[in-house]
């Protein structure tokens, strides 16, 4: 069984038993695997593609009530084998020829093998990676090179070989909210005022505000508001690369799996639902603090009814590059379609010394100058 610090992807039902598949290759019988590049199963030996066949079939989104009371199919539908992090968590799998020894979401090395899990719920759809390895890398290193005071070894040590793609777990809602707010609504407007400079009375120029009671009506729509469920990643870092394109999500196929690791569900739909609730009231505070007129406003309430929930769970892919780096771990991502980058980097303490020292230095020489 060839070895790996994480499953090298390219160039995670019901119980994986009778109905587990592997995905062989029709000209050599090798495993096949996703190939972004070619929007098609590939055979990391002899070349051979074979196109996914297209479905009409559309990923549509359950009432949320229902969802809750009766999840789906369960188990990823095809053979995959599984770790987990004993630091960060994260449970991932992958194809079972590899082995995995090193976390991709954290670096750490260490993973302890975990059981399949058959109880998770299964995706109803996902995103394919249409981004490969390369095109990922050149985007990276396009970021990595425009961050400021950062160690000089960096990039050595960020260095894109590392980089994995992961089907990272995500739940989508829709919702139509229906907000009644009410505010005071200021008015700014200038008066001239008398006053004593230099021991001279003059007059100047002083702006208030008046406050007028304001209210109104706001319906807004939230369609496929994103919530992460994974473990590894932190929620503020898998925003970061949004958004998804969630118009091209596919109907679940273990077979774009193939491949790639796939982190299991670590938030459950009803932890989901608070996050996006909270997500979508933030959202709908700032919609109708732009509805109250004036120049400015205080004391804003909202009371809002919701209605057409409904929500979907898919796998979005993310290529992940996961290091140590002083004894840290720092992770940078980048979106597997849109192709966006974020992350997190160390700074270089002597670089941002010699910057502050630089401007100290420019400020006294200016204030010389203007002696």
């Known amino acids: 069984m060839p070895a790996a ?22 000209a050599c019988g090798a ?47 095809a053979e995959r084998k599984s770790v987990r992090c004993t630091k960060c968590g994260a449970t991932t799998t992958f194809d079972p020829g590899l082995a995995a020894s090193r976390c991709a979401f954290c670096a750490t090395p260490s993973v302890v093998e975990a059981p399949a899990a058959s109880d998770h719920v299964r995706p109803a759809g996902l995103l394919p990676f249409a981004i490969d390895r390369n095109g990922a890398a050149q985007r990276f290193r396009s970021w990595v090179s425009g961050l400021w005071f950062r160690p000089n070894d960096l990039k050595a040590k960020s260095a894109v070989t590392e980089m994995q793609g992961v089907y990272v777990p995500f739940w989508t809602f829709d919702a139509l909210t229906h907000n009644r707010w009410a505010a005071e609504a200021g008015y700014h407007y200038t008066v001239q005022v008398e006053a004593i400079e230099n021991g001279q009375r003059v007059m100047r120029s002083e702006t208030r505000t008046r406050w007028e009671p304001a209210s109104g009506f706001l319906e807004k729509a939230f369609d496929d508001v994103p919530v992460p469920a994974s473990k590894g990643l932190p929620p503020g870092l898998a925003r970061g690369v949004e958004p998804f394109p969630t118009g091209g ?7 774009y799996l193939s491949g790639f690791l796939a ?3 670590a938030v459950d739909l009803p932890e989901a639902v608070g996050v ?36 979907k769970n898919a796998l979005l892919p993310v290529w992940i590059s996961a290091y140590q780096y002083a004894g840290k771990p720092f992770r940078f991502l980048v979106n597997g379609v849109t192709g966006k980058v974020d992350g997190n980097a160390p700074f270089s303490v002597p670089k941002i010394l010699a910057a502050v020292l630089a401007a100290i230095a420019l400020l006294v020489l200016l204030s010389h100058l203007q002696r």
Do not use: I
């Not at 119980?15 to 029709?26: D, E, L, Q, T, W």
């Not at 002899?46 to 188990?75: F, I, K, Y």
């Not at 999500?249 to 077979?255: A, I, R, T």
């Not at 709908?284 to 120049?295: I, M, Q, R």
């Open 263 to 265: 982190e299991e569900y």
């Open 276 to 311: 996006a609730k909270e997500r979508m009231t933030a959202e709908v505070y700032a919609a109708c603090g732009a509805e109250v007129p004036g120049d400015t406003y205080r004391n804003l309430q909202v009371a809002t009814a919701w209605s057409g929930l409904a929500c």
């Open 249 to 255: 999500l596919v109907p679940y196929d273990p077979q």
């Open 5 to 26: 610090d994480a499953p090298r992807p390219e160039t995670g039902g019901a119980p994986v038993s009778a109905k587990a598949r592997k995905f062989p290759c029709g």
């Open 31 to 77: 495993d096949v695997v996703w190939s972004p590049g070619a929007s098609a199963l590939k055979c990391p030996y002899c070349g051979s593609e074979t196109p996914l066949p297209t479905s009409s079939d559309q990923v549509v989104e359950r009432p949320l009530e229902e969802a809750l009371r009766a999840p789906r199919d369960l188990g990823w539908g």
